[in-house]
């Protein structure tokens, strides 16, 4: 990825573990556009600041961040980015979406730990 990508992301402040946020849908663009040349699974956690499940499910991304550290894990708001959450078909909250080279290879809905769990351990190989 291009020395300009962390210039588009914030990294989460409340840990050392890396957990990217965006707020602005042309930075998402931009950083999902390189992702897709890289062969780095992606976590995409679309969730929201009132829903009660996703603040149960954010220690767990975060702790999965800093245990998979080969994985990209990206937390979207759906208020702030509607447009990305339609996008990808979000239609409960929270979802995580698991992706591989820009592509969907498997989707989680609801505060499933051990599920998006496995399927993060599958993808990674």
């Not at 992702?35 to 679309?46: P, R």
């Not at 961040?65 to 080969?70: E, I, R, S």
Request: proline share 4%; net charge positive.
């Amino acid at each position: 990825m291009g020395a300009n990508i962390s210039d588009l992301v914030e990294r989460s402040p409340k840990s050392s573990q890396i957990l990217l946020t965006f707020h602005s849908t042309a930075k998402w663009k931009a950083y999902f556009d390189c992702y897709k040349e890289t062969n780095k699974l992606m976590v995409i956690g679309f969730m929201a600041t009132w829903c009660v499940p996703c603040k149960y499910m954010e220690p767990v991304i975060r702790q999965f961040a800093a245990k998979y550290t080969d994985v990209e894990f990206i937390k979207l708001d759906v208020d702030e980015l509607m447009e990305v959450a339609q996008a990808f078909q979000v239609q409960a909250l929270p979802t995580f979406i698991v992706l591989k080279k820009g592509k969907v290879v498997e989707k989680v809905m609801g505060p499933k730990r051990e599920d998006l769990q496995k399927l993060i351990e599958k993808h990674r190989i």
